[in-house]
């Protein structure tokens, strides 16, 4: 008696599956080495499995499942792919948001890829469909326990107990993705990062005894012991200060590119370094983010922890403070003084969240995109003078202290996608870069606009009747892949400056990490010790 026609069908769509994920694998940067511990092997073959055995279920076309499954498994290699080369960092598990966020914000996400790789993605699923639909037969006896049933059956149960053998041993995540990638492999790797994605976090921010520090708060036993000890005092000592205007921007890709390409113009930041040379504090600051990945920096400003302490949440820390972690913040201790706190970002309110992750973090009111209504501009993003104008206007309408934080866009890319005009080149260099670069004159000319923002806030600020304290500071480097192929890679660092209107500083360098950007500011305005 020989086995069941189905059955085989339904195995050996298994086997060649499996094997044919771990060819598609060899096609991403980084490669991972075959070399890596047999639990890991276990979950990549457990939750393959599972995936073809739940899509075989409702279809009842096995190769059409796996052909379905491996397309999937093939436009998540190329859209790591595509991260790596842009960003320098492997896909991760919370990057799944790139799928729905691509359909929302495509001018932000598809020309990473390219169009051409989208569309060829968007056409080798359309034609799995179909062959699938057309060359395979749907089964006329599917519920057959000696067939077609029983082979899904060992397929769904051997992926079970593959699973939960394999992640029962598999080593622990670095949270480091190059790192864990060549150590477990893409699959395993996303399921470990997608395990740890379910605990919240339990540390506490510098910030956090203004907020309930008890069970549930997220506050560690001996965050709970340090912050209540020095950091009441200093908040006693922040109630009899003359209240000062904060004002703080983290401006889109900013860095100083003139240490890197030689033959910008030295002027391309001159207001920015006027105000370095009256800085109460200026220097290089190290960002959790490369080319993108905003709200990293955002999140290392306001909170005034490291991305090292949050485990798998540094890659989306918004995320988690959604799901119920309660964090005290910059914004919340600031309100707690007397602050009115206001954040602006010329884009969506639902982009990461923002709108829920916002009130959570201490801002009373959150300006979105709708606040630009009716603003004219030229370029593919609100412009920096726009913000720069709302940001006075907030300021001159104020009648109590006012934290105001902005976000800008203007110099957002894919810059590539824009064209640079001919006049532009003598404005920006004094040698012009070879032809390929033209990425950079396009970075130059939204750079320029991020300068004449900052002489803009400084002019405001110096108008005003009360103290005011101006932190400038970028998010990280820009994607400029061909400028930095031709001159080599950045540090990574950008610039902050820290001034104050009522006395120029001596413009002191020290370099810091963004998480500690934000209480030496305000050890330089006074309001901490």
């Known amino acids: 008696m020989g ?9 050996a769509a298994t086997g060649v599956g499996v094997a044919l994920s771990v060819a598609i694998e060899r096609l991403m940067v980084p490669r991972p080495p075959l070399s890596r511990p047999a639990a890991a092997w276990a979950v990549h073959a457990g939750i393959w499995c599972l995936a073809h055995a739940a899509l075989t279920l409702p279809l009842g076309r096995p190769w059409f499942a796996a052909a379905l499954v491996s397309a999937f ?9 595509a991260k790596y080369k842009s960003l320098r960092e492997p896909f991760v598990f919370h990057d799944y948001e790139y799928f729905t ?12 890829l390219g169009w051409a790789k989208f569309s060829g993605a968007m056409v080798g699923v359309l034609l799995a469909v179909a062959v699938g639909l057309w060359a395979e037969e749907s089964l006329e006896d599917r519920w057959d326990w000696a067939g077609h049933l029983g082979g899904l059956s060992v397929v769904a149960l051997s992926g079970a107990l593959l699973l939960w053998g394999g992640a029962r041993r598999l080593p622990v995540a670095t949270f480091q993705p190059a790192r864990d990638l060549a150590a477990l ?5 996303l399921w470990r990062y997608a395990c740890a994605a379910g605990r919240l976090p339990c540390v506490g921010s510098p910030f956090d005894f203004v907020a309930a520090v008890g069970p549930g ?24 200060q003359d209240l000062p205007h904060m004002v703080a921007i983290q401006s889109e890709s900013f860095f100083d590119p003139r240490a890197v390409v030689p033959g910008i113009r030295g002027d391309v930041l001159a207001q920015f370094d006027r105000l370095c040379a009256d800085a109460v504090l200026q220097g290089g600051l190290a960002v959790p983010a490369w080319g993108a990945n905003t709200i990293r920096t955002e999140f290392a400003f306001l909170s005034g922890i490291a991305a090292e302490r949050l485990g798998v949440h540094r890659f989306n820390p918004y995320r988690a403070l959604v799901a119920g972690w309660r964090l005290a913040s910059l914004a919340s201790w600031l309100k707690d003084l007397g602050y009115r706190t206001v954040c602006v970002h010329p884009y969506p309110a639902g982009f990461y969240q923002r709108n829920r992750v916002y009130p959570r973090l201490g801002f009373d009111a959150f300006l979105d995109i709708q606040a630009f209504a009716g603003v004219s501009t030229a370029e593919p993003y609100v412009e920096d003078r726009a913000v720069a104008d709302k940001v006075a206007g907030l300021l001159r309408q104020s009648g109590q202290p006012l934290f105001v934080m902005a976000i800008t866009m203007e110099n957002h890319g894919p810059l590539h996608l824009e064209t640079a005009r001919p006049d532009e080149a003598d404005a920006l260099y004094t040698r012009p870069p070879p032809p390929g670069c033209e990425d950079l004159t396009i970075y130059l000319r939204h750079l320029r606009h991020a300068d004449q923002m900052a002489a803009s806030l ?3 600020l110096e108008s005003l009747d009360r103290p005011a304290s101006l932190c400038w500071y970028g998010d990280h480097v820009p994607i400029l892949p061909e400028v930095y192929r031709r001159y080599g890679l950045p540090s990574g660092r950008v610039p902050y400056v820290c001034w104050n209107n009522w006395a120029s500083g001596p413009g002191r360098l020290l370099d810091l990490a963004a998480e500690d950007l934000s209480r030496h500011w305000l050890q330089r305005i006074g309001l901490m010790q």
């Open 3 to 11: 086995f069941d026609p189905d059955l085989i069908s339904m195995l």
């Open 73 to 81: 498994w093939l436009v998540l290699v190329q859209v790591n792919n």
């Open 101 to 112: 966020d691509a359909v929302r914000h495509p001018r932000l996400y598809i020309p990473f």
């Open 185 to 189: 492999g893409f699959m395993a790797s």
């Open 217 to 240: 708060s997220g506050v560690q036993s001996a965050d709970r012991r340090a912050l209540s000890t020095g950091l009441a005092s200093q908040r006693a000592r922040a109630l009899r």
């Open 458 to 460: 400084r002019d405001t």
